[in-house]
């Protein structure tokens, strides 16, 4: 018997609609399984941190209810367990949204299980910090910090479900976590059975941005032709027993799964294919065989894996002043220079008006954006030298709003002093939000469960952990 772990959304603002398919696909084949949605980034939690911050009852995902309302009745129906790290900054907020659409689906008894411990925010000077980086020794003024959080591993989560949990409810987790969770629950895995616990873990890396697996940001028309991109299944993994891993997706959707899809998402994020490094274990990828069993189905074996690390990584989001942006586009014969030239003047304009220490690049669109540097040196093979049109971005970075605001309203200017044919002018300007990284002793992240059902607490916390 094989348990099967759907993946609903692989990123904050994915697509909302596409859990159902995954879900009608799970009860359809009435195996053991479990529903995730993975929703964080690196930044994220910042963005959390500060709606949280403007409004306690904030901070959470922004499309929670988006995400579970229409899969929320079946899952519970069918004892369908999902879990989310969509707690974002604020896990107990989420809980009360989700409550309430638990009721609003008539399962009053429908329990979520919390899982806290990960924020880390005010017990950042009493922690043994040690470097991810050379470049990043200390921490950011405490007055800049925003955020600081853990990478917490699949105990806590495994521990939740034990508990009952029909939803579990996280902030940050590693992603892999989410998958890794529920196959320990169901297989009771020991925690030092390190090629199973990679094998599970690398599950949940294949599945965890959600339809990268299955054609998402795959398509090459011509060279890798996806079909029903607009109706893309979102991906299912299969893991048996023993750690085999077979990919798939909802029959009748969109996409493909093949072993091109696979070895792209195996690899993306990976730094060292002998040591992908996460909270449960340590993977092992480079003996790693994937193979094409059938029409969207790629088995993945081979997985080692070694103990797991002693620190979790943990980072740190802080203020870093604002950023702002700005564009203005030319058209028609001679638009390369013509946008040149307006960042010439603008070079010049900012030398003579702003501060030294602002950070700008310029940009242009159709001809050099992503393969340029600041400079707007092009740095690979250059496309055709007379765009028909050129939009000429502005990014700008500084301490202080009043330099940033004042770059972009140069660029706003360029209407009637610039050069001819510009037009299209937006501008916008916002807090710039920095990283930094650590790595902290795991015995200094206790973590914490919190049962509750849709009609209010249902029992206690229990500290948990590894």
């Known amino acids: 018997m094989t348990f099967l772990v759907g993946c609903g959304a692989g990123f904050s603002g994915d697509r909302t609609d596409a859990a159902e398919a995954v879900v009608d696909e799970l009860v359809r084949r009435g195996e053991p399984c479990a529903l995730i949605f993975e929703t964080l980034g690196e930044r994220t939690l910042a963005a959390a941190q500060r709606a949280m911050d403007a409004d306690p009852g904030a901070g959470y995902e922004p499309l929670l209810a988006d995400y579970l309302s229409p899969v929320l009745d079946r899952c519970l129906d069918h004892g369908i367990p999902v879990l989310g790290n969509f707690g974002a900054a604020n896990p107990r907020a989420a809980c009360e949204r989700i409550a309430a659409l638990m009721r609003a689906a008539d399962h009053p008894q429908g329990r979520m299980a919390r899982v806290e411990g990960d924020d880390l925010r005010e017990r950042l000077a009493t922690l043994d910090l040690a470097p991810w980086d050379a470049e990043h020794e200390s921490l950011p003024a405490?007055?800049?910090?925003?955020?600081?959080?853990?990478?917490?591993?699949?105990?806590?989560?495994?521990?939740?479900?034990?508990?009952?949990?029909?939803?579990?409810?996280?902030?940050?987790?590693?992603?892999?976590?989410?998958?890794?969770?529920?196959?320990?629950?169901?297989?009771?895995?020991?925690?030092?059975?390190?090629?199973?616990?990679?094998?599970?873990?690398?599950?949940?890396?294949?599945?965890?941005?959600?339809?990268?697996?299955?054609?998402?940001?795959?398509?090459?028309?011509?060279?890798?032709?996806?079909?029903?991109?607009?109706?893309?299944?979102?991906?299912?993994?299969?893991?048996?027993?023993?750690?085999g891993i077979v990919v798939t997706k909802p029959r009748d959707s969109g996409g493909l799964v093949t072993t091109q899809t696979v070895r792209e998402q195996l690899l993306y994020e990976i730094h060292d294919p002998a040591g992908y490094v996460t909270p449960d274990v340590v993977i092992d990828l480079s003996g790693v065989e994937v193979n094409q069993q059938g029409p969207d189905r790629v088995a993945v074996t081979g997985v080692r894996g070694?103990?797991?690390?002693?620190?979790?990584?943990?980072?740190?989001?802080?203020d870093a002043g604002w950023q702002g942006e700005a564009g203005i586009t030319y058209a028609g014969p001679n638009a390369l220079p013509r946008a040149r030239l307006a960042a010439e003047t603008l070079r010049e304009r900012f030398a003579r008006r702003l501060p030294a220490d602002l950070r700008c690049r310029f940009d242009y669109i159709g001809h050099v954006s992503v393969f340029g540097d600041d400079d707007g040196t092009l740095q690979s093979e250059a496309p055709p030298t007379a765009p028909a049109e050129v939009r000429l971005r502005l990014a700008v970075a500084h301490t202080g709003r009043a330099a940033v605001e004042t770059a972009t309203q140069e660029l706003l200017a360029l209407y009637c002093t610039g050069p001819a044919g510009g037009g299209g002018v937006r501008r916008h300007h916002r807090r710039r939000v920095a990283t930094v990284s650590f790595l902290v002793p795991r015995a200094q992240v206790p973590t914490r469960v919190h049962t509750l059902d849709a009609a209010g607490e249902a029992a206690t916390d229990t500290e948990t952990g590894r």
């Open 306 to 318: 070694r103990p797991a690390p002693e620190r979790l990584k943990t980072t740190v989001c802080y």
């Open 142 to 243: 405490r007055d800049a910090i925003i955020a600081a959080n853990a990478y917490l591993g699949a105990p806590p989560l495994a521990e939740a479900l034990a508990r009952g949990g029909d939803v579990v409810v996280t902030g940050r987790v590693a992603d892999p976590a989410l998958a890794l969770a529920p196959l320990v629950n169901h297989f009771g895995w020991p925690w030092d059975d390190w090629d199973r616990l990679a094998a599970g873990a690398l599950a949940g890396h294949l599945v965890e941005c959600g339809a990268q697996v299955t054609g998402g940001y795959f398509a090459d028309p011509g060279y890798k032709d996806v079909p029903g991109l607009a109706v893309l299944g979102y991906p299912i993994v299969e893991v048996d027993r023993d750690g």
